[in-house]
């Protein structure tokens, strides 16, 4: 069945330090891809999506590309900042239900 | 427009007590959905609604029920609680079925222990 991995975390930064997030999926069919957020205490945000191959989704200074011929979305950042400290959530939508399939999440420390 | 909401924020419960997750969306989507998110598991998704009326499981629905009250409300039941549900709880709405974008809209969610 479809799914989706991304990589371990925790990840801890210094504030201005580049952030790569890797993800990539296994899915029959196209896909759309998203990356949602969650601080803490709260619940998830969209942060970004593509929706076919090629496309490039960005939103607050992350980019990610829909790359089919390595089927991943890699989230990136050229700077990262204390407020982006949360949980990243690479997901696809590929559920025979319509609803979203999850990476497990990856922890992200920003330190000043 | 508050988006989706879910109440209550926290609860805890004996084994073997029941309760209901309310969920509410002020979209006006067609879908609604339950998760629950654990440690290092990511989303599991434990039922699903597509509309009014209709409801189908997920991949984790032992030990829960649904109701799709009408096109805004969703709730979860849990009938007879155990400690592997102990867990946070996510209600999430889009557009569709076969229609729009996938993305979805997620609840503050509902931090449930049992013990």
Redesign the interface.
């Known amino acids: 069945g479809d799914s989706v991995t991304q990589m371990e975390g925790p990840v801890t930064l210094s504030e201005e330090a580049f952030l790569t997030i890797n993800c990539t999926y296994t899915a029959t069919g196209y896909p759309s891809l998203f990356w949602y957020v969650q601080y803490p205490g709260e619940g998830l945000q969209l942060l970004l999506k593509a929706t076919k191959a090629d496309d490039k989704g960005s939103n607050k200074g992350f980019e990610a590309t829909y790359r089919k011929e390595t089927t991943s979305f890699h989230l990136e950042k050229g700077s990262v900042q204390v407020s982006d400290s949360a949980v990243y959530f690479c997901a696809l939508s590929g559920g025979s239900q319509g609803n979203l399939i999850f990476g497990k999440g990856t922890k992200l420390s920003v330190k000043p | 427009n508050a988006g989706?909401t879910q109440t209550p924020k926290f609860q805890v419960l004996k084994t073997g007590q029941s309760m209901t997750l309310q969920c509410a969306q002020d979209m006006n989507h067609n879908?609604m959905?339950w998760y629950r998110q654990d440690p290092?598991?990511?989303?599991r998704?434990i039922y699903?609604s597509?509309s009014e009326g209709t409801t189908?499981k997920?991949e984790v629905p032992n030990g829960y029920n649904v109701s799709r009250l009408n096109k805004r409300e969703f709730s979860l039941r849990l009938e007879s609680a155990a400690p592997s549900q102990t867990s946070v709880y996510?209600c999430?709405s889009?557009t569709?079925?076969g229609e729009g974008?996938?993305?979805?809209?997620?609840?503050?969610?509902t931090r449930l222990t049992v013990t």
Do not use: K, T
């Not at chain 2, 290092?40 to 989303?43: D, E, N, P, S, V």
């Not at chain 2, 993305?103 to 969610?109: A, D, I, M, V």
């Open positions: 989706v879908s959905y290092g598991m990511g989303l998704l699903y597509a189908d997920g996510f999430a889009r569709g079925p974008s996938y993305e979805q809209y997620f609840g503050p969610g």
